[in-house]
């Protein structure tokens, strides 16, 4: 059983610059996977910068509201809501709430940072 704690995953400020956690990722453990799993949290009022994935992603809202943005459309998130973000799709979220949004990454195939482009502001 491979079992890990949020809090015992470092937290690291991610190339779209929300804060992330990874808690599996098949690079980093003895696990038979192909996705990886991130803990993510946008503190309210700020937008992540916008980039694109070579991979598909899945975000799921744990707590709070925003909005979502991919390429050219735009909808709004909150607890509950899974978004799919597909391959090369230029994507960010931005927090409208009062509080932390906070949500899980999936990424498959697993993140890599050579499959990461982030765009400049």
Known sequence: MYKI??????????????????????????????????????????????????????YYIMKGSGVMYIDNESSSVSKGCTVYIPPRASQCIKNTGKRDLVFLCIVDPAWRKEDEEVMDE
């Open 5 to 58: 704690r949020l809090k015992d995953c470092k937290k690291i400020l991610a190339g779209d610059k929300c804060s992330l956690r990874e808690m599996l990722h098949p690079d980093k453990a003895d696990l038979c996977i192909r996705y990886s799993l991130a803990h993510a949290t946008v503190k309210p009022g700020k937008k992540t910068t916008a980039h694109k994935l070579k991979t598909s992603e899945v």
